[in-house]
């Protein structure tokens, strides 16, 4: 089994950047396609950002492009999602997902990861 743990969030002022964290243990594919997502409170979850094997495709959504970076380090098995220029309605739960690959795709879709994290909060004040 795969778990992983998301770390990094917290509550920040709007203009702040903040990292986030998706730790892999357990079962370790050689090759995962990992991405990022959130959910507001009262909104249904949505797509962030995504990465590929071996992290030179990424993905991001309209609303972070320019100010979120996704990367990878696999000798940590960390996925990171650095957060720049913060917003308000950047404020949710935000969550990784990843999944065992075999070719170099970045996925936006969130049925194609089997494996979830349990979320960790940022909280985005004005």
């Known amino acids: 089994q795969v778990l992983l743990v998301e770390s990094g969030g917290k509550l920040v002022q709007a203009g702040s950047s903040l990292t986030l964290s998706c730790a892999a243990s357990g079962r370790i594919f050689s090759r995962t396609a990992t991405g990022w997502f959130r959910q507001a409170p009262g909104k249904e979850r949505e797509f962030v950002s995504a990465?590929?094997?071996?992290?030179?495709?990424?993905d991001y959504a309209e609303s972070v492009k320019g100010r979120f970076t996704i990367y990878r380090d696999d000798a940590k098995n960390t996925v990171y999602l650095q957060m720049t220029s913060l917003k308000p309605e950047d404020t949710a739960i935000y969550y990784c997902a990843t999944t065992p690959t075999y070719d170099a795709g970045v996925y936006s879709t969130q049925n194609l990861y089997p494996y979830w994290g349990q979320g960790t909060q940022v909280t985005v004040s004005s």
């Open positions: 990465i590929n094997w071996p992290g030179d495709r990424t």
